[in-house]
């Protein structure tokens, strides 16, 4: 009877913690991503800005050409690129609390100092420092969540968060149908308006934010002291989580192995090839929708929104089912197929209607592969300090495609953009065959280890190895206590 009534207590145990943890989980679904995300949209906002000040004779009044308009674009990926990993060691060192907030204040400033601009080599720097300053924003608050959420909640989390990114862009297209009919009013254009309204609310959330954000879930004062106790002993990994700022003699062979695991790689290119549709159109989506016969430009902003709307109802839906079955391949697949549909009906069609349809369909699929792609990485990588690593190279990869996708669509192409849809298309399918070619590659890794186990087991280890696949005899000649991570022979592949 007694054991009867352990066990009976034991379980009752298990569920109120289950629902402690579901209310906890609630707490910072409600008080903290939302802040989190609303913050993000404003990154997004200021520096998606330009592709809706150009409809308002932006490069006529800054005295720009065409091409000297895609440089601007383009040099902002170069400095976020150049200040990543700066920044992702100082993310350590002041804290997220501190450094965020921080960021945004910056880039804010930046953001209204846009409005006045004046020529060529003005627009050129303002740009470089906008991406320097916005470049440490989504790595830090990935690290953020890590220290609130548990690894196999954040795919839905940064979904949610990216979310606000592509709202952001829907949001860019409305408020630039609004504020552009500013021009003329107090002797401004409408773009410059534009930059100022939407920069000064960024500098008023950095400061809300100075004082709202938590350290910790430790210290966090919206949280009771039961919630608190809860919130840590549900994390045991967070204290190892590292970011690049702990980089040091200790873990510097976790971050060379980084460098030199093939499955970095291949997730890197995947992340070049799916985001390059993605930087391209969060650019130049207005452009393209005018080329489609939408010549007002306001009219252009304004329909630029529907497609951005879809986007995160469908990303934050894929993201969700790809947490809840475990499964990242197909999921990310199937973003961008729906792409792959919508750009292939981009070049077939040649009326308004359908060509709007087209895009609105290949928008909807493109938001939904990195959130996918980011929670596959990390689900695969470890220890922590390889993990963090293989993540900044990821991010790396994912905003080095905006170097080509802020070229691939040309004034000189319009009023279709056939090459700019079609390099999109390219890197698609791309993207689609090497999701494949990993989780196979994945899988077979799985497999070796599995029989090698079994092996181990049963007292065969040594048995049959002149026959052993390479990699398998690979395998077994490393020494098992040097296996640590993902090389660890219990370590499985999540696909």
Not at 143 to 150: E, G, Q, R, V
Not at 477 to 484: S, T, Y
């Amino acid at each position: 009877m007694g054991t009867a009534n352990n066990d009976d207590n034991d379980i009752d145990e298990q569920q109120n913690r289950k629902k402690m943890e579901r209310r906890l989980v609630l707490k910072y679904d409600l008080l903290l991503l939302p802040f989190l995300s609303f913050m993000y949209l404003f990154s997004s906002l200021d520096r998606s800005t330009l592709g809706n000040a150009v409809l308002d004779n932006f490069e006529e009044d800054v005295g720009i050409t065409p091409d000297q308009f895609n440089t601007c674009i383009t040099v902002f990926y170069a400095g976020f690129l150049i200040f990543q990993v700066p920044s992702n060691i100082l993310l350590k060192r002041l804290t997220a609390r501190r450094w965020l907030p921080l960021l945004m204040t910056i880039w804010g400033i930046i953001a209204c100092l846009h409005a006045t601009a004046s020529s060529y080599a003005q627009l050129l720097v303002l740009r470089f420092l906008l991406g320097v300053f916005e470049s440490g924003f989504f790595p830090g608050v990935l690290f953020f969540l890590t220290l609130f959420y548990k690894k196999d909640e954040m795919a839905t989390r940064i979904a949610l968060f990216w979310g606000s990114s592509v709202v952001a862009h829907s949001y860019a297209g409305v408020l630039a149908y609004g504020i552009l009919r500013l021009r003329g009013a107090h002797g401004m254009t409408g773009w410059q308006w534009l930059f100022i309204i939407e920069g000064i609310p960024t500098v008023a959330v950095a400061l809300v934010a100075w004082f709202y954000l938590p350290a910790s879930p430790e210290t966090w004062s919206r949280l009771s002291a039961e919630e608190r106790v809860l919130a840590i002993n549900r994390l045991e990994h967070r204290k190892q989580h590292f970011t690049l700022g702990d980089l040091d003699a200790s873990n510097r062979k976790q971050a060379v192995k980084a460098f030199t695991d093939w499955k970095v790689w291949i997730w890197m290119v995947m992340f070049f090839s799916g985001s390059v549709a993605n930087t391209s159109i969060s650019n130049f989506l207005p452009l393209i929708i005018k080329g489609m016969g939408y010549d007002d430009k306001l009219s252009a902003n304004l329909m630029s929104a529907p497609p951005y709307l879809a986007a995160v109802v469908v990303m934050i839906g894929v993201a969700h089912s790809s947490d809840r079955f475990q499964e990242r391949t197909f999921h990310a697949i199937l973003g961008a197929s729906v792409c792959v549909v919508g750009y292939a009906l981009l070049l077939m069609l040649t009326d308004q209607r359908g060509l709007y349809a087209s895009m609105f369909v290949a928008v909807t699929g493109i938001f939904v592969i990195n959130p996918i792609v980011n929670a596959w990485l990390t689900n695969n990588i470890a220890p922590e300090m390889k993990r963090s690593v293989a993540a900044a190279m990821a991010v790396s990869a994912n905003n080095s495609a905006g170097l080509l996708g802020s070229n691939i669509y040309r004034r000189s192409d319009a009023p279709r953009y056939l090459r700019g849809h079609s390099i999109s298309l390219s890197f698609l399918c791309v993207f689609i065959m090497l999701a494949l070619v990993q989780r196979l590659l994945l899988q077979r890794k799985n497999r070796i280890r599995e029989r090698i186990c079994k092996e181990m087991e049963a007292g065969e280890e040594g048995e049959g190895l002149g026959n052993a696949e390479p990699q398998q005899q690979e395998e077994e000649q490393q020494p098992i206590i040097r296996r640590i991570g993902d090389e660890a022979l219990d370590f499985r592949y999540r696909l």
